[in-house]
């Protein structure tokens, strides 16, 4: 056999070995860089950590190529064109750090309102949120506002948590999955590897979406939703559960606010309101007496049924008989909702079916023993073993914080939330709405020179907490917290950019934004958003937005449209902390965290960028930054991390605190904590006592477990709301009720939206433009494979999506006689755009889709002008605006979620018609090429990657 | 030479599971990460920030679509070398570059005495053969050759690169010729099959089949039923009944 | 499968060299004059020699293009290249010996005359032994590759005989007549029966999917053309190959048979009708890559 003599079949893969933590996207899976000589040899899953369980994605598994970009900015930039020529002069760190303070400052002392600061995809919003806190200014969020804020609020105001990555299906245990409008989601690996499991068990999945793909493809049903339906869908399965007696009344009881009184006093001010005793303590039915008493009473059974009279007029019920009331009504059964949903009336009952006999025949019994918050012993944790998880096919609707609600609603009627074999949540949550403080920035709350009182970003609880005005107008540029969008507790994002060039509500001076492609996808409207960065005021010739400071790593779109730049390093440059304070990455039975640190050094004049915000602060003089000599407290990001204290004892990282490195959650600062992290494999994770693992909410030993962790300072245990209170007083506002009141021409959406207990409404969109002139669904999904905008320039991932073809369902193909290949015209209330097609069968028939954030600015990420991203790659956000067609009032309300503020991207409605032949079509809007800042390195034509390596390995060998 | 050599016991290959694959492309890329610094020369990439940029690979992944209307079904679908008992690739191959190992049955191609002359890859019917665009030679799925007898790395890692990345545990590695082996069980339990039988290559690689659909539909007559089951005596009745039957 | 310029160039240059060289050695034509003999020996060697080189212009690593004669135990490949080797040195040693004693060695003619067929057939079964592209995978297809090589080989053989105004020319060019003839009628039945077999390869067995239906493409592994589209991906529309395969039928059979036919004993008409036979076969050549499916592209989008 001529087996060949040189084959070595154990080659060593790395001198050493560097445990870290991807960023290839937020999911942040542990990763173990191979390292030989100074080149990356491999970069594979860390088996230890708790997010990847050693798998790894391919957008990690193509880290080195997005390491080696040649988009990677190599120094600070000052414009010298125009805003979007893309020409640029290379100035140095203290140039660059002394102009972005000496824009600041006098804002500082003067008006701190006048920065937005507003990051996209960032990981560190313990720290930004702070130094604008620190700053003064109530202009600040992160990137939450056009992601699905909607349904983290949603989950925060019901059950005291979200799904995002905030909780997870009990894959262990659960007998059947549901999964509503998830294409990726944030907790990547963790849903793949959770499938597998399921698969490996034989489980049932169920997938709602109206595109099967992905995991819809690999479920065992497809249910093929009309979009921006499912709140119908979910009532109608709520009223099957309930008029057959599929509830879980005694989780109702125990765990839910489903027993607490409600007033019921038609038009009066309380009307809508709990019923609550002089210690503000919510009310139940005693069983035994059949007289009110406080919830919190240990050993009392409260009823669900029943009706008291009150002393002055009217009536109190549990909140139960409002929701039995409302959701056995027939308007809710399938037969009502089945020509909206699409899904056929028998198939919703057959659904229920499965729900009920998975959690009721089925239900799975822990043997192990706990104590709940009121002091009673459990020999047992019973689970209701269905598992839900949803994202953005419900939140990127305009009612999907109701939706998402509803959602919740089922989970819990189930008795399915926190218990084993349905959805479990990831310390630190469960952590309730109440708990959570309030937004700051009322208008006497901003002040010059002087930090607000508290976090900018919070849950308000009742209009009373909102940031507006005497006259109601919001006080924030993004008009978060206003009535525009009460519940935003992420801010809106999209819609800084168009309010800071209307100067509505009042102008900024400067916008400093990070990690966020304002300019190009994340955008709605995008060359509407090109304009206003680029458009002057005629009679000063100053910019509209005058100066704008981003930060970013590479040569996106959006670094043409900055007047100053500070470049990133990559992330295997950098120290980082993913931290318990921000978004954690603990799993439901442990609570972790992680940290970036500088496995290679950077070759390029470039900062970690939250050293360089901890340094722009003390250049400023934030406190908490500088100590009293005004001298900078914290040498770099690392230093921060290290001996940062939020309050005594609590810091950035809750690992290996204390002299001794021993201490876990709360503890003193320790020098040595991050050489701690890197040799426990940059993560560091504690698991939770067995009894602590469920039913967090109401555990006693999981409270206890979380103040000694420092999540709170006292055990919070607490019910989950399924009657909103907060909801009812900005619905008893609109009636005309309290100080503060909205707008008139607010008040008639808010009593539509604002309901107690969960509504569907149609989506705006969908309801504002005509349906026969706009018949037609259009969405995105995430590519699994590719990470927004920042993964085209990575020449392995371009080459799975080099571009987007519009998918299009076979009937529709039929009736514009196109296939695969062709190109159509694409038109929306706003815009058009051509496109390519591609046919598929598995998809909703009044649905075309695309992956999302393929389509590329010609000149960006270093790519050729005509890459394949460019010539038929497109976005649909040129479709989409930020405001809605007028209304008869003259008024255009903003596209989002008229609660949370939630940027409403799948409520677009298009028509399409077929494209004239062309032999080389090119993909419209197309846009002028775009400058690159100056001395990139330049792509190569021929990639061998691992050649040097290779020799050196040979050469090693040899010897 | 390119003579296939006689039978193995041991016959070293992957199964797939069709089942589970959500075409993640998480096997496609960390196999081309782990393979382009080790055996042999680099996977080369053309155009790699160009108008058409393509590149060479050793695992792919198609999605297709089966059947039509409600019932057609989207299958995620990875490629690589089968591993062929009767490899037609090492029979054609001119230099004996191209050989079935003999202790294990894994099919390589020695770099160093390849012509690149492509006529294995006209040879395979699976398209799991791609010369590199730089180096002129003939790539193919190593099954991890440089891995599975690697004793620098540690034992559990001592399986293909893809297998260890998948997410969801689509990917299985093992010894099919051991009628024991798991991956031999799982074949024999899921009716895993060959991929073009009739082209009579043997494959060593087995993939699993999509399990049939268990919709929850209006078949299951028993769901159903539960759903639409009426609460005797009407809702409120049935809320006393089982609020007098909870304990406490 | 796309048409490689290399690949035509070699098979078409060395299938007529090879042709000729066949006729030589089974003395159907023997060159009358020392000179002669050298024009036979750069023609014929020529020929042979320009379409090997051309081969090698599509390989990765010329330069190591000697591996390629080690495997003639498996390989059909390296069977053409041992046997072209010899081939070329036995025909160079059968032109040496003729110089040298004046007179051609009648067994080793004999064996050129076999070793070039032989070598023909080699070339053709690299092609015809392979299960992945139908067309080509047919008994018919070495039958093909020999007849044209020997009609090429005749009509050439008639030039030249022409040229050297020997009294065999007519006859040749009879000859000629009925190989052309012969081999067309061949390859119209080779058109009609590979060039409508499948594979038997479908996109359900491809993917073992068909029990779920019919089975289509919805997303490539790639968004831009991988090397295995651009290799066996390649599409020639029906409405241009008809076109093609008639030009080709012309080409290499129509003219040279019109030409023999009419003037059986022209010089220059008969180098025209060689030069316009070589075209046809190029023509052939192209059609006969181009128009194979290779089962590969059943993954791509190819339904059969
Ligand atoms: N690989 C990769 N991973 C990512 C990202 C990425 O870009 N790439 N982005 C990250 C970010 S920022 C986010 S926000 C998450 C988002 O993660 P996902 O929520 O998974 O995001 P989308 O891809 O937008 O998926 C939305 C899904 O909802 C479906 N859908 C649309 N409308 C409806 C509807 O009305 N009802 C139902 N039931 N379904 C509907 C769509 O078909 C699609 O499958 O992913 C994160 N993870
Ligand atoms: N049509 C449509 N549009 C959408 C969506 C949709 O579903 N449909 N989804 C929306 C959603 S949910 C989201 S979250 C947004 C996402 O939109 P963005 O948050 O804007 O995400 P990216 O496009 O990834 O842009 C992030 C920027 O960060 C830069 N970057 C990458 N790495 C680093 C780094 O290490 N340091 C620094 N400083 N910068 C870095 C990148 O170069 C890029 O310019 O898109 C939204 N847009
Ligand atoms: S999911 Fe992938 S890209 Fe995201 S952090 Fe994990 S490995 Fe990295
Ligand atoms: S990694 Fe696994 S799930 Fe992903 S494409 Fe490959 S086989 Fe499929
Ligand atoms: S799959 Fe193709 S390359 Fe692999 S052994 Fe079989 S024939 Fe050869
Ligand atoms: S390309 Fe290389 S391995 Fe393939 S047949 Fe030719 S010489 Fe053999
Ligand atoms: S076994 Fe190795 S070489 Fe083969 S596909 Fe998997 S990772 Fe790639
Ligand atoms: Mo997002």
Redo the contacts with the bound molecule.
């Keep these: 056999m001529p087996d060949d003599k040189n084959l070595n079949l154990s080659p060593k893969s790395a001198d050493r070995i560097a445990k870290t933590t991807c960023?290839m996207c937020a999911c942040r899976c542990g990763i173990n860089v191979h390292i030989k000589g100074d080149e990356i040899r491999y970069i594979e899953g860390n088996r230890d950590h708790p997010v990847n369980n050693g798998v790894l994605c391919a957008k990690g598994s193509a880290g080195i190529m997005q390491h080696l970009s040649p988009?990677r900015l190599n120094a600070p930039l000052k414009r010298v064109g125009k805003r979007g020529e893309g020409k640029f002069e290379k100035i140095s760190w203290e140039e660059a750090m002394e102009m972005a303070s000496s824009w600041l400052k006098p804002i500082r002392e003067t008006d701190p309102r006048k920065l937005a600061f507003f990051t996209?995809?960032d990981q560190s919003q313990a720290l930004t949120g702070w130094w604008a806190q620190q700053f003064g200014t109530p202009n600040f969020a992160a990137?939450g506002g056009?992601?699905?804020v909607n349904m983290a609020a949603a989950g925060i105001y019901t059950i005291g948590g979200a799904f995002w990555e905030f909780g997870s299906p009990d894959w262990q245990n659960t007998e059947l999955f549901l999964l509503f409008g998830v294409a990726e989601d944030h907790d990547s690996n963790p849903i793949k590897i959770g499938l597998g499991k399921l698969k490996d068990r034989g489980i049932r999945t169920v997938s709602i979406n109206p595109v099967q793909t992905g995991y819809s493809a690999v479920a065992d049903d497809w249910i093929g939703i009309t979009p921006g339906t499912d709140g119908l869908f979910i009532l109608s399965l709520i009223h099957v559960l309930m008029k057959t007696g599929q509830i879980d009344l005694d989780y109702l009881i125990r765990y839910t606010n489903a027993p607490w009184l409600v007033i019921r006093r038609p038009g009066s001010a309380d009307d809508g309101l709990f019923l609550r005793d002089e210690n503000g303590q919510p009310q139940v039915l005693d069983h035994k007496t059949g007289k009110p008493i406080s919830a919190e009473t240990a050993g009392i059974r409260p009823q669900l049924k029943g009706e008291i009279a009150l002393p002055n007029g009217g009536v109190a019920v549990p909140a139960f008989m409002l929701m039995a009331e409302d959701w056995l009504n027939d308007e809710h059964s399938p037969e009502a909702s089945e020509a909206k949903t699409g899904i056929p009336a028998e198939r919703v009952y057959a659904l229920a079916g499965a729900i009920a006999e998975a959690a009721f025949k089925r239900e799975v019994v822990i043997d192990q023993p706990w104590v709940d918050w009121k002091g009673e012993h459990h020999d047992k944790m019973i689970g209701r073993p269905v598992a839900m998880h949803a994202m953005?096919g419900i939140s990127?609707h305009s009612n999907g914080f109701q939706t998402c609600r509803a959602l919740h609603i089922l989970q819990i009627l189930i008795g399915s939330v926190e218990t084993p074999g349905g959805f479990r949540f990831k310390p630190p949550y469960p952590k309730p709405a109440h708990i959570h403080p309030r937004p700051a920035g009322k208008p006497d709350q901003v002040k010059p020179s002087t930090p607000l009182p508290g976090a900018p970003l919070g849950y308000p609880m009742s209009p009373d907490d909102l940031l507006v005005d005497d006259q109601g107008q919001p006080v924030r540029i993004d008009k978060g917290y206003s009535w525009d969008a009460p519940l935003s507790a992420h801010g809106l994002m999209?819609m800084v950019i168009s309010n800071a060039y209307a100067g509505d509500p009042y102008p900024v001076d400067v916008l400093f934004m990070?990690?966020?492609?304002?300019a190009?996808?994340?955008?709605?409207n995008t060359r509407g958003v090109i304009d206003m960065l680029t458009e002057t005021d005629p009679e000063t010739g100053e910019y509209r937005i005058p100066k704008i400071i981003y930060?970013?790593?590479?040569s996106?779109?959006?670094?043409a449209y900055a007047d100053l730049i500070l470049?990133?390093?990559?992330?295997l440059e950098?120290h980082d902390c993913i931290s318990l304070l921000d978004r954690p990455i603990c799993e439901p039975d442990c609570v972790a965290d992680a940290i970036r640190w500088p496995v290679v050094e950077p070759d390029r004049d470039v900062r970690g960028?939250q050293s360089t915000l901890l340094d722009l602060g003390a250049r400023l003089g934030l406190p908490g930054m500088v100590d009293a000599d005004g001298k900078p407290l914290y040498r770099d990001y690392a230093d921060y991390m290290t001996n940062h204290q939020r309050k005594p004892g609590i810091g950035p990282l809750a690992g290996f605190r204390g002299q001794s490195g021993k201490d876990k959650g709360r503890g003193d600062p320790n020098p040595d904590q991050i050489d701690a992290y890197i040799a426990n494999g940059g993560f560091w994770s504690e698991e939770l006592p067995e009894n602590a693992r469920y039913f967090k909410m109401a555990n006693q030993h999981y409270q206890d477990f979380a103040v000694k962790m420092g999540f709170f300072d006292k055990p919070e245990p607490y019910c989950f709301q399924i009657y909103s209170e907060v909801l009812q007083k900005f619905q008893l506002a609109a009636q005309g009720h309290g100080k503060n009141q909205p707008p008139q021409h607010l008040r008639e959406r808010i009593k539509a939206c604002f309901t107690p207990l969960p509504q569907w409404y149609a989506p705006f969109e969908g309801d504002m433009v005509d349906s026969d002139t706009y018949p037609i669904h259009a969405l995105?999904?995430?590519p699994m494979a590719m990470?927004?905008?920042?993964g085209s320039q990575n020449p392995w991932l371009r080459q799975i999506h080099g571009h987007n073809p519009l998918f299009i369902p076979s009937g529709l193909a039929r009736s514009l006689q196109v296939q695969d290949g062709d190109w159509v015209w694409v038109s929306s209330h706003h815009g058009k755009i051509k496109v390519p097609v591609a046919v598929m069968e598995g998809v909703n028939p009044h649905t075309v889709w695309t992956w999302?954030?393929i389509g590329k600015r010609r000149g960006a990420w270093q790519l050729d002008p005509d890459a394949p991203e460019a010539r038929k790659g497109f976005?649909?956000?040129h479709l989409?605006h930020e405001l809605l067609p007028m209304r008869g009032d003259g008024l255009r309300w903003s596209n989002s979620d008229p609660i949370t503020g939630q940027?409403a991207?799948?409520d677009l409605k298009v028509n399409i018609t077929k494209a004239d032949h062309e032999d080389d079509a090119s993909a419209e809007p197309a846009f002028p090429i775009l400058g690159t800042p100056p001395d990139l390195e330049k792509p190569a034509s021929v990639l061998r990657y691992g050649d040097s390596i290779i020799a050196r390995d040979k050469k090693e060998n040899n010897q | 030479m390119t003579s296939l050599p006689p039978a193995s016991d041991v016959k070293l290959g992957l199964v797939i599971d069709l089942d589970i694959c959500v075409g993640c492309h998480a096997c496609v890329v960390n196999c081309k990460e782990w393979n382009t610094a080790g055996y042999g020369a680099p996977l080369a990439d053309s155009n790699p920030y160009g108008k058409n940029p393509s590149g060479s690979w050793l695992n792919r992944i198609h999605t297709f679509e089966a059947g039509h209307g409600a019932e057609a079904k989207v299958v995620h679908f990875p490629k690589s070398c089968l591993h062929c008992e009767d490899a037609p690739c090492v029979t054609v191959c001119p230099t004996g570059a191209s050989y079935k190992r003999a202790e294990d049955g894994i099919v390589l191609v020695n770099e160093d005495h390849c012509i690149g002359c492509g006529l294995c890859a006209w040879a395979c019917p699976y398209g799991a053969r791609e010369m590199d665009p730089a180096e002129g030679v003939m790539k193919k799925c190593t099954l991890c050759v440089d891995r599975i007898y690697n004793t620098h790395l540690e034992e559990e890692d001592r399986i293909p690169a893809c297998v260890r990345t998948c997410p969801t545990s689509a990917r299985h590695f093992g010894d099919l010729g051991d009628p024991e082996s798991e991956v031999s069980q799982l074949v024999a339990a899921r009716g895993g099959f060959d991929l073009m039988p009739e082209q009579g290559t043997k494959p060593v690689n087995k993939y699993l089949p999509p399990r049939p659909r268990q919709s929850v539909t209006a078949d299951e007559v028993d769901l159903v039923a539960m759903a639409k089951k009426t609460t005797p005596g009407g809702f409120w009745k049935w809320l006393d009944q089982s609020l007098d039957r909870l304990p406490g | 499968m796309r048409p490689a310029a290399s690949l035509i160039i070699f098979t078409t240059l060395s299938g007529l060299g090879f042709g000729l060289a066949s006729l030589i050695g089974f003395g159907l034509i023997t060159a009358t004059s020392p000179k002669w003999v050298m024009i036979h020996g750069v023609i014929s060697l020529g020929l042979i020699g320009a379409g090997v080189i051309s081969s090698t212009v599509h390989l990765g690593h010329p330069e190591r293009a000697w591996r390629a004669l080690s495997q003639w135990r498996s390989s059909w490949l390296s069977r053409e290249g041992v046997l072209a080797a010899l081939t070329v040195l036995v025909l160079a040693i059968y032109f040496a010996d003729h110089l040298y004693h004046g007179v051609p060695r009648v067994w080793l003619g004999a064996v050129v005359g076999i070793l070039s067929v032989l070598t023909v057939i080699a070339t053709a079964m690299i092609y015809a032994s392979l299960k992945t592209v139908a067309r080509w995978h047919n008994a018919l297809t070495p039958v093909v590759f020999v007849l044209l090589s020997l009609a090429g080989g005749v009509v050439a053989a008639a030039a030249l005989s022409a040229l050297e105004g020997m009294d065999g020319t007519v006859a040749l060019t009879r000859l000629g007549l009925i190989t052309v003839v012969l081999a067309m009628i061949i390859k119209t039945l080779w058109w009609l029966t590979a060039g409508a077999s499948g594979s038997g390869s479908t996109p359900e067995s491809a993917t073992g999917l068909g029990s779920l239906g019919e089975v289509r493409l919805l997303m490539s592994p790639h968004s831009e053309e991988n090397w295995l589209q651009h290799e066996m991906g390649f599409q020639i529309a029906r409405k241009h190959s008809h076109r093609l395969a008639w030009i080709s039928l012309i080409l290499a059979a129509g003219v040279p048979i019109l030409i023999m036919g009419l003037y059986p004993s022209s010089a220059t008409l008969l180098v025209v009708a060689a030069l316009v036979h070589l075209f046809g076969v190029m023509v052939e050549r192209w059609l006969f890559f181009a128009e194979a499916k290779h089962t590969v592209t059943l993954f791509y989008g190819a339904r059969h």
Excluded: K
Excluded at chain 1, 551 to 554: H, P
Excluded at chain 1, 567 to 571: A, E, L, R, S
């Design positions: 960023y988009a996209g995809r990137h056009f992601c699905s953005r990127a999209h990070y990690m966020a492609n304002m190009w996808n994340s955008s709605m930060s970013d790593a590479y996106s779109e959006m670094v470049p990133d390093t990559t992330y950098r960028f995105t999904q995430r990470y927004h905008s920042w999302n954030a976005l649909l956000n989409i940027a991207w799948f």
